[in-house]
């Protein structure tokens, strides 16, 4: 089902329901990676359906602006895309009656490659006014899933120099230094202490070095922010992993584990 959710072509989302025998539980939000600069919605199409089976819940893959010679954005636009999308969600529209109210089920937002740092710029305390989320946003979100993210900027460029041309001087400006954007050494923003983290990363990625999410990872743990971590289970590489059984059984197994009630969450391990 395509819905629109902005007035820009880029502003739209499929939306694929749970299993009709499915009880309430949270939207989840897949966002496409693509460095920035490419990828659809409609990529993911065989991976949404496989979410929604599996976790019972609603998923929604939305669309967003690219940087590109047509249209030569750069950040924040992406992400305030995304935030314009998320706060779309939580107006719930009269007339899209085929959406569930997410506030009332929570959302758990996954994001992958470049999109990992989208979602981390929104919900983590960054220098952009443009991206600030809402309270109610904040108390909607249940949890984050982060797989083979791009964190921080200028360790990616220290471990591939050809990314500057290739995709990074277009999206953020060509610069010596991108440490504004280094989402790695951002703080929590206040509001989001509830909120359960997982990052993932594959063995065998060879376009995202591990040294990202590992980064991110102690980040976040030195906040003493909710958040697990697998970088054992994956091992396709970079975008081919999201075809994998396996990830969308983490995913689902993820959120098996934030629905719980908390007696059972807590036994509930994370690897």
Known sequence: MDLEYGRDARHRFDYYPPPADAQAGPLLVWVHGGAWRSEDKADYADLARSLARRTACPVAVPNYRLTSPQDPIQHPAHASDLLRFLHFLLRAPQHAHELPRAPLAGLVLIGHSCSAHMLS????????????????????????????????????LRSFPDYRQWFIANAFGDRPTYSDVNVASYPLRPGTEHIHWLVLHSKADVLVDQLQSETFFARL???????????????????????????????????AAVRAPPAVAAQTPIS
């Open 221 to 255: 743990l030195s906040l003493k922010a909710n958040v697990s971590k697998n970088f054992d289970d994956l091992n396709q590489n970079h975008n081919d992993l999201l075809h994998s059984d396996i990830y969308a059984q983490i995913v689902a197994d993820f959120t």
């Open 121 to 156: 710029s929104i919900l983590l305390s960054d220098p952009f006014p443009e991206l600030e989320p809402s309270p109610q946003l904040l108390a909607a979100t249940q949890a984050v899933i982060a797989s083979e993210g791009i964190y921080d900027v200028d360790a990616l």
